[in-house]
């Protein structure tokens, strides 16, 4: 069974600049397609960035411009660099495939508050 190891959330002032990590125990290209998912308290899960083997990405429109999906395939890794972060930010972060959920890891705790 996979496991996905998403860290590099804190607390952040607004205005202000995280970078997630996604490290996966096997092979991310068997993966396929990864997204970066997120939950604030009292919502439902919800899809923010998601890029494909080859490259391609797509954004939320609530964070397009903001933030950056990458994916290092050598390493296992799919990353989510957060720009500009708004106090609406706040939320676990999760990654997972985007077709085909596998067990999700423990996520990582954004706060953004001044």
């Known amino acids: 069974q996979v496991q996905l190891v998403e860290s590099g959330g804190g607390l952040v002032q607004p205005g202000g600049s995280l970078r997630l990590s996604c490290a996966a125990s096997e092979s991310i290209i068997r993966l396929n397609a990864m997204g970066w998912y997120r939950q604030a308290p009292g919502k439902q899960r919800e899809l923010v960035a998601s890029?494909?083997?080859?490259?391609?990405?797509n954004y939320a429109d609530s964070v397009k411009g903001r933030f950056t999906i990458s994916r290092d395939n050598a390493k296992n890794t799919v990353y989510l660099q957060m720009n500009s972060l708004k106090p609406e930010d706040t939320a676990v972060y999760y990654c997972?495939?985007?077709?085909?959920?596998?067990?999700w890891g423990q996520g990582t705790q954004v706060t953004v508050s001044s």
């Open positions: 890029i494909f083997v080859g490259g391609r990405t």
């Open positions: 997972n495939r985007l077709y085909g959920a596998v067990a």
